[in-house]
């Protein structure tokens, strides 16, 4: 089975920062990974997809890049409404779904 | 409004069975996928399968397959999530979750529409 390794497991950022999420597979998996906000309490919501493409109604400072194995989501300037979890998910052999271990994300 | 409607948390007994649901509306719900997803307490969220709502298709992840079964009632929009047995394990918030259907009409592996979860407890 591909696994998926998000990096770091935790980060604290400052308002305005420039934010970066890094999400590792075992093996190549093209393009096929979307990305997912789920702040505290919430409901994950779907971010990127496609590895790069911004689900409609995102904010433009998130966005995402890679293939095969190594991928990234960048917040440009961190907002205090993004103070989330953030989880990636590969779908390239689906139905094998599997989703990174997420990373959580506050404010400094 | 297009949204999934979860029935309500549940406390449950070791080795009872449970069905949980998850309305869709606002929307042609047999033209999109629906899964299940498990976040256990403080944990990630784990995909566990998915059903077609056109023709109850189903697929399952090998983590659950056997423990858990999703079935669908295509006349009244709702999928469900079932237990036979449950175990202290299976305490967790499950979620379902509509497939993404792209521009040309393709039904992708993810997922645009959450509902707000079943919060399940399994405790003697």
């Known amino acids: 089975d591909i696994q998926m390794t998000q990096s770091p497991s935790s980060l604290s950022a400052s308002v305005g920062d420039r934010v970066t999420i890094t999400c590792r597979a075992s093996q190549g998996i093209s393009n096929y990974l979307a990305w997912y906000q789920q702040k505290p309490g919430k409901v994950p919501k779907l971010l990127i997809y496609a590895a790069s493409t911004l689900q409609s109604g995102v904010p433009s400072r998130f966005s995402g890049s890679g293939s095969g194995t190594d991928f990234t989501l960048t917040i440009s300037s961190l907002q205090p409404e993004d103070v989330a979890t953030y989880y990636c998910?590969?779908?390239?052999?689906?139905?094998?779904?599997?989703f990174g271990q997420g990373t959580r994300l506050e404010i400094k | 409004e297009v949204q999934l409607v979860q029935s309500g948390a549940e406390v449950k007994k070791p080795g009872e069975s449970l069905r949980i649901s998850c309305k869709g509306s606002g929307y042609s719900f047999t033209s999109y996928w629906i899964s299940w997803v498990r976040q256990m307490p403080g944990k990630g969220l784990e995909w566990m399968g998915r059903?077609?709502?056109?023709?109850?298709?189903?697929n399952y992840s090998p983590s659950f397959q056997g423990h858990v079964t999703i079935s669908a009632d295509k006349s009244i929009s709702t999928a469900y999530l079932q237990w036979s047995s449950l175990k202290a394990s299976d305490t967790a918030m499950y979620y379902c979750?509509?497939?993404?259907?792209?521009?040309?009409?393709?039904?992708?592996?993810?997922?645009?529409?959450w509902g707000r979860g079943t919060l399940v407890t399994v405790s003697s």
């Open positions: 979750a509509r497939h993404f259907r792209s521009q040309w009409l393709v039904l992708q592996w993810y997922f645009d529409l």
């Open positions: 059903i077609d709502p056109s023709d109850s298709y189903t």
């Open positions: 998910q590969k779908y390239n052999s689906a139905p094998s779904i599997t």
